[in-house]
């Protein structure tokens, strides 16, 4: 069977070439010292989140989710969103690093930290107010050695 040729009308604008560079030098966009892989870990941890724990919130295997913060795959806009949701981060903060809207964001207390005072709040009242007569000792006795 033999090829055949296309032609077509005179008034058709489009080539059959297409361009192989463009002309346009972009600059890079600054993202700071840190990658993407990078930031992504860092803010899951600083939320004490697991890759385990981020890859069932985004509904990815926990493979994938290490493979991203060690910059073996990129991450497409999709997991951009789904992985700013599940952080609490705007993607530009995830992607760039730099948060935008007005004024310092309050720092959010970390996973961890939020379920530990949740198991406080369970106990009796009186071993409440043990373990926190206990904690702030120590942060008194910390605050000294400074």
Do not use: H
């Amino acid at each position: 069977m033999k090829a055949q040729k296309v032609r077509f009308p005179a008034t058709c604008r489009y080539t059959l070439t297409m361009p192989t560079k463009s002309k346009l030098k972009l600059k890079p966009v600054d993202t700071g010292k840190e990658s993407l892989g990078q930031r992504l870990s860092r803010l899951r941890k600083e939320r004490g989140l697991t890759q385990k724990q981020i890859a069932e919130s985004t509904g990815l295997i926990q493979e994938l989710v290490s493979n991203y913060e060690l910059d073996k795959l990129r991450l497409t806009s999709d997991m951009v969103l789904r992985f700013s949701e599940v952080l609490n981060v705007s993607a530009d903060e995830l992607l760039r690093g730099s948060k935008t809207g007005p004024g310092p964001a309050k720092k959010q207390p970390s996973i961890k930290l939020v379920r530990r005072m949740e198991q406080i709040e369970a106990l009796p009242l009186y071993e409440q107010r043990a373990l926190l007569t206990t904690i702030d000792k120590f942060l008194a006795a910390a605050q000294d050695n400074r």
